[in-house]
Nanobody, 125 residues
Framework: QVQLVESGGGSVQSGGSLRLSCAAS????????MGWFRQAPVKEREGLAA???????RYADSVKGRFTISQDNAKNTLYLQMNSLEPGDTAMYYC???????????????????WGQGTQVTISS
């Protein structure tokens, strides 16, 4: 049974950093594509960063250069390093996984079957 558990969210001031973690169980992270998404109130869930099983990464323009996705195969954990955070980054952050994600669909929420429960990130100005 695939399970994803996010952690690392919190409240920081604008310009600060956070590192989110997504602990996976029931499968090996290196064999699935995985992504980070976020959803702010009354907004659609948007894809931020993803890594495919072949190592391909993709970032949304809104976070490119500020966020970095990585994974630790030994810990079976996905990470999202977030720097230069802005109030507009405030949202619930989710990790997602699926064994079959197309290169073109890495940031599309419809491509992922498995989701974590989310972790809240709040950035104050």
């Amino acid at each position: 049974q695939v399970q994803l558990v996010e952690s690392g969210g919190g409240s920081v001031q604008s310009g600060g950093s956070l590192r989110l973690s997504c602990a996976a169980s029931g499968y090996t992270v290196s064999s699935y594509s995985m992504g980070w998404f976020r959803q702010a109130p009354v907004k659609e869930r948007e894809g931020l960063a993803a890594i495919r099983s072949d190592g391909t990464t993709r970032y949304a323009d809104s976070v490119k250069g500020r966020f970095t996705i990585s994974q630790d195969n030994a810990k079976n954990t996905l990470y999202l390093q977030m720097n230069s955070l802005e109030p507009g980054d405030t949202a619930m952050y989710y990790c997602a996984a699926d064994p079959w994600v197309t290169r073109g669909g890495l940031l599309q929420k419809s491509e992922y079957r498995y989701w974590g429960q989310g972790t809240q990130v709040t950035i104050s100005s």
